[in-house]
């Protein structure tokens, strides 16, 4: 497999910053209710399908993969960063995290129950987003669900949007437009959140999370 240049550079960004983005997100969840209540309905659809084993991809220094254990949950994470998933196994012993990437994954078709991605796809150029989400339908279990996280463009006009992010080139995506995207790939939106920005947020961009699921066989 050729590696893409956003995936290198995604790489060599994020294992520049795994120490300092570790400790400005590490108690991100905390102060995020509403983040918790969709994990939380998350893990809960996740159980009943499979062996209810969920992937975290890109799972960044291991957060809210160990917040989804808490819950009960048979998670492992993944991540291109090495840096990343070194600080993940020292935060979470007990928790199984792997080096790789959400386009090539070493999980068997229909293993998963649950595949979560919080800010992960972001960095992928949206031409190559449609594959990475054949991945995860792939490795969902029928019935599975995926939860993806991500922030919204400015409208339907800007289905995409190029981002200023301070670790490597990012977009935004318009909810229906992605949701569009997600279905194409077999993947049928079953819920939303859009959370709007705090006043303090550096960035003044609404946070939305999809659910969907593959249909059963």
């Known amino acids: ?18 120490a300092e983005y570790e400790q400005l997100f590490r108690d991100s969840l905390r102060d995020s209710p509403l983040d ?27 957060y809210v993969t160990g917040h989804l254990a808490g819950l ?16 993940a196994r020292q935060a979470h012993p007990g928790l ?16 998963l129950g649950g595949v979560l991605s919080r800010w992960s796809v972001i960095h992928t ?8 989400l054949a991945e995860f339908h792939r490795v969902l279990a029928p019935g599975g669900h995926l939860l993806i996280g991500f922030s919204a463009s400015e409208g339907p006009a800007h289905p995409t949007q190029v ?5 490597a080139p990012a ?19 079953v819920a939303r959140m859009v959370r709007e920005p705090e006043p303090t947020d ?10 969907a699921r593959k249909a059963s066989d």
Do not use: N
């Open 1 to 18: 497999m050729i590696e893409s240049d956003a995936l290198t550079a995604t790489r060599a960004g994020y294992d520049g910053a795994a």
């Open 36 to 62: 918790r209540a969709i994990l939380g309905a998350f893990a809960e659809v996740a159980r009943g399908s499979g062996d209810g084993r969920v992937a975290d991809l890109g799972c960044g220094p291991g």
């Open 72 to 87: 009960g949950l048979a998670v492992f994470g993944v991540d291109v960063s090495p840096a990343m998933i070194e600080l």
């Open 96 to 111: 199984r995290f792997e080096v790789g990437t959400m386009a090539a994954l070493d999980i068997a078709d229909g293993e």
């Open 125 to 132: 150029p949206p031409p190559e987003v449609p594959a990475i």
């Open 163 to 167: 981002f200023d992010h301070l670790v």
């Open 171 to 189: 977009y935004r995506w318009w909810p229906d437009h992605l949701a569009a995207t997600l279905q194409e790939a077999g993947l049928t939106e």
């Open 202 to 211: 550096k960035r003044q961009f609404q946070s939305v999370h999809l659910l």
